[in-house]
């Protein structure tokens, strides 16, 4: 089992930064790779970034690369995303996820097991 807790989220500006954080706990934490997703109103939740259980590995979406960063300390059982020039179509609520399973950073829904309950990002014009 692997409990994960979102933090960080807010209401901002274009063009301000937030940084996410998630905090995990129960398994081994470097022994799996995690995620971030998000999920706008009427929208599908869909994939931001993702990074490997050492961090040495990283993948992010189209539409948030070069602004978003993901990153992980396996000291802290934690992992961020540091997003920059943000803009009002990345207001969306914000998950970490969980892949316990494959050895790959994987951008699939279904391929993570666990999930925080999100936080709320709303980017204003």
């Known amino acids: 089992q692997v409990q994960l807790v979102e933090s960080g989220g807010g209401l901002v500006q274009a063009g301000d930064s937030l940084r996410l954080s998630c905090a995990a706990s129960?398994?081994?934490?470097?022994?799996?790779?995690m995620g971030w997703f998000r999920q706008a109103p009427g929208k599908e939740r869909e994939f931001v970034a993702a990074?490997?259980?050492?961090?040495?590995?990283?993948n992010y979406a189209d539409s948030v690369k070069g602004r978003f960063t993901i990153s992980r300390d396996n000291g802290k059982n934690t992992v961020y995303l540091q997003m920059n020039s943000l803009k009002p179509e990345d207001t969306a609520v914000y998950y970490c996820?969980?892949?316990?399973?494959?050895?790959?950073?994987?951008?699939?829904?279904?391929?993570?097991?666990?999930w925080g309950q999100g936080t709320q990002v709303t980017v204003s014009s």
């Open positions: 129960g398994r081994t934490f470097s022994s799996y790779a």
């Open positions: 990074i490997s259980r050492s961090g040495f590995n990283t």
């Open positions: 996820a969980a892949d316990v399973r494959s050895s790959y950073i994987e951008t699939r829904m279904y391929d993570y097991n666990y």
